[in-house]
């Protein structure tokens, strides 16, 4: 009973939703007419317009204001548009300021009043075409407007208009449905004549295709939705009011609405009830008589799904008998074997009737009753549903192998049981092996590289020592040779002063000061030069700007010779200090110019960066003109949290294909035997590994600018 009652109801659902298809797709293709016959419009209509206002005559005609010249031009013209419509066509001309200027909707027929609309008012202001439908008083038409312009100035709008009759009758010859326009109340009080229908509320019907359409319309309930039936005389018809007309900036004109009469439809539907309901009388009839036979058919089907369901498993099981992974079946208590697979006996040796009297244990020599419950524990309390392992097996001829053993709990024939299924990883394991060593000779190889490359560097900071310690030798001499020649002059003075006039008290005084004052600057360089190569027993703290001074005081005399001037600025938050070519310590050291590090190592950073930015003055002052005058600036900054130390010369900057490599070693741009190649390297290294901090080098303005970044050790000592 139940079938048939199901089968009546799906049968009326069934015929309920094609006619509910049938309506849907007519609705969507109402509305795809809709949009695709208002585009087509627009397009015809600027197509042939603008041809039309492309005309010098027409466009000189409406920059005068001659309306006699226009009417004679579109006179030849208006025939053409309205055969080719078929319905009105109106041509509106309006002024630059978007006022009526004259129109025309028949040959000859003109009139020059107008009202102002917002669409040309906005076409004058934005100069730009628009188009739409356009509700006026007397009716809708769709109007397409175009600025006009004439020797390049705006002179006017230029409007053509279609009545909505157009597009009805296409719309209507292509569905094949009743149609007409539903006006909204605040729009419906500007039309100039009498409507078709009209509601109590002030909203009206036109253009309506059929006298029978108002009084079905005028019978339309839309208060509960746009979609309505109405029963009129016996017939049925549906009323859709959901398509809308668009006016040029997208606001709702007015309503499509369309009828449809589906009478016929709703026979149907009453039709099929019928024929359901005798159907399911002689369904009930067939049913008793046909219920022996369904009992027996179902019991049949029941003893062959059996027998199926028996086959797979047989199948099944041949698979898993024949497979060549190692597949064992054993009893969860004992660990006694109750079944094994031909890929178990074929691995391990045995028969299998000597396999089924041992247990698991017996070809896993590395295990014991104890340890392998523990593996499997998990399993039997139903925590896991498997867990894996690996160990190895024992063949019968006693040879080992690997094998990754997968454990789950299973039933047979009612008993609780646990199945293995066994890998072979000899060739898994083997693989491993070989990556090992592979690893491991690899790690050795790194080991011994980074050995070798740690001893090379060890020695070229050796030979760096060594060209740096005949740098500053070289340095010393220079700074002692004026010193010298002071003191050679002074005793010569003695004796001559001796001879001559003889050596008063004031005299002697004042040649023993002048001579220790030299003798004591002799012995301060002395000073700097041990401090310099003293070795560094660890890392410290420090002041940057005195160990910059103490550094350019040793090569000052070297930069002076080569008249080079040096530039020293300091600036540290609470004071700041500027010299020109002079070593004076100044009185404001602060705690803040400290940094960490070895500083004997910061003086070879300073003295590499000094005795290169020299060289590349030098060779400038070689290519250029005399006079050229060198410098070198060292900037410090320790006002934050980092000390930045700046160190800028006028040799003419670093090429852009070389500034990349500076730090790269052996790299120099120097003619052999003039340079190593290792001076920027080592230093990068010192900065960036021994002290933390960063070394860069960048080109501007044709100047080289090497700039360190320490952290403060005051922030940390402070803290």
């Not at 729009?187 to 229908?197: G, M, S, T, W, Y």
């Not at 290169?612 to 600036?633: L, M, P, T, V, Y």
């Amino acid at each position: 009973m139940m079938a048939i009652f199901m089968f009546t109801a799906l049968t009326v659902v069934h015929v309920r939703n094609d006619l509910s298809s049938a309506i849907d797709y007519k609705h969507k293709k109402i509305e795809f007419m809709l949009s695709y016959q208002s585009d087509q419009l627009e397009r015809s209509l600027r197509s042939r317009f603008r041809a039309l206002l492309s005309d010098y005559y027409l466009r000189e005609a409406m920059a005068s204001k001659d309306r006699e010249r226009i009417r004679l031009y579109f006179n030849e013209k208006y025939g053409a548009l309205v055969a080719e419509y078929h319905t009105e066509i109106i041509i509106h001309i309006h002024d630059e300021n978007g006022s009526s200027f004259m129109r025309m909707h028949a040959p000859g027929h003109l009139n020059y009043s107008g009202y102002p609309r917002p669409m040309l008012e906005e076409v004058a202001d934005k100069k730009e075409p628009r188009f739409g439908f356009d509700l006026g008083c007397y009716g809708l038409h769709y109007r397409y407007a175009e600025p006009v312009y004439y020797m390049g100035v705006f002179v006017g709008i230029a409007e053509v208009g279609i009545g909505v009759d157009y597009l009805l009758s296409l719309m209507k010859n292509t569905l094949d449905l009743e149609m007409g326009l539903f006006i909204p109340a605040d729009k419906a009080e500007n039309l100039c004549f009498e409507p078709r229908a009209e509601s109590l509320d002030g909203e009206r019907l036109i253009n309506v295709s059929n006298d029978d359409f108002v009084t079905i319309f005028n019978k339309a309930d839309f208060s509960k939705g746009v979609l309505t039936e109405i029963n009129e005389d016996g017939k049925f018809y549906r009323v859709h009011m959901d398509h809308f007309l668009k006016g040029y900036n997208g606001q709702k004109i007015a309503s499509l609405v369309t009828f449809q009469d589906i009478t016929n439809e709703k026979m149907a539907i009453t039709h099929y009830l019928r024929l359901a309901v005798i159907m399911a009388v002689i369904f009930i009839c067939l049913t008793i008589l046909m219920m022996k036979n369904s009992f027996m058919r179902i019991i049949s089907d029941l003893e062959k799904k059996y027998k199926e369901s028996k086959s797979r498993e047989n199948y099944l099981g041949d698979i898993i008998a024949n497979s060549l992974n190692e597949i064992f079946i054993y009893d969860i208590d004992t660990l006694r074997f109750v079944e094994v697979n031909r890929g178990a006996c074929k691995n391990l040796g045995y028969s299998h009737e000597e396999i089924l009297q041992m247990t698991t244990l017996d070809i896993k020599p590395q295990m014991t009753f104890q340890s392998f419950r523990k593996q499997i524990l998990p399993v039997i309390e139903g925590e896991k549903e498997t867990v894996m392992f690996e160990t190895v097996h024992r063949r019968k001829d006693g040879t080992l192998y690997p094998v990754e053993i997968h454990i789950q709990k299973t039933f047979v024939e009612g008993r609780e049981v646990i199945m293995a299924v066994v890998l072979d990883i000899t060739q898994r394991k083997d693989a491993e092996n070989r990556l090992k060593a592979l690893n491991e000779a690899l790690e050795k190889k790194v080991d011994q590289e980074t050995e070798r490359r740690l001893f090379s560097e060890k020695i070229m900071m050796e030979q760096k020592k060594f060209i740096d310690m005949g740098q500053m030798i070289n340095a010393v001499a220079h700074q002692w040779r004026q010193p010298l020649n002071a003191l050679g002059l002074y005793v010569q003075d003695m004796r001559e002063t001796h001879f001559s006039q003889g050596l008063d008290d004031s005299y002697v005084n004042q040649i023993e000061k002048d001579c220790m004052h030299i003798i004591n600057h002799m012995s301060d360089t002395i000073d700097d030069f041990r401090r310099f190569f003293a070795p560094d027993k660890s890392s410290a703290p420090f002041e940057i700007i005195r160990s910059v001074l103490e550094t350019i005081r040793l090569v000052s005399a070297q930069l002076m010779a080569s008249s080079i001037d040096y530039r020293i600025i300091c600036r540290c938050g609470d004071d700041s200090y500027f010299s020109e070519n002079s070593v004076e310590s100044p009185g404001c050291l602060s705690r803040k110019t400290l940094v960490r590090g070895y500083e004997g190592e910061f003086k070879q950073v300073m003295l590499n960066i000094i005795h290169n930015a020299r060289d590349a003055i030098i060779e400038r002052r070689q290519s250029e003109a005399e006079g050229f005058q060198g410098f070198i600036e060292f900037d410090l900054d320790a006002c934050g949290d980092n000390i930045v130390l700046s160190i800028k010369d006028n040799g003419g900057g670093i090429p852009e294909n070389v500034i990349q490599k500076v730090f790269d070693p052996y790299f120099t741009t120097k003619e052999e035997g003039k340079g190593t190649g290792i001076g920027l390297y080592m230093s990068k290294n010192i900065v960036e590994q021994h002290m933390k901090g960063y070394l860069t080098a960048e080109s501007k303005d044709g100047c080289a600018v090497f700039r360190l970044v320490l952290r403060s050790a005051a922030v940390k000592d402070d803290g």
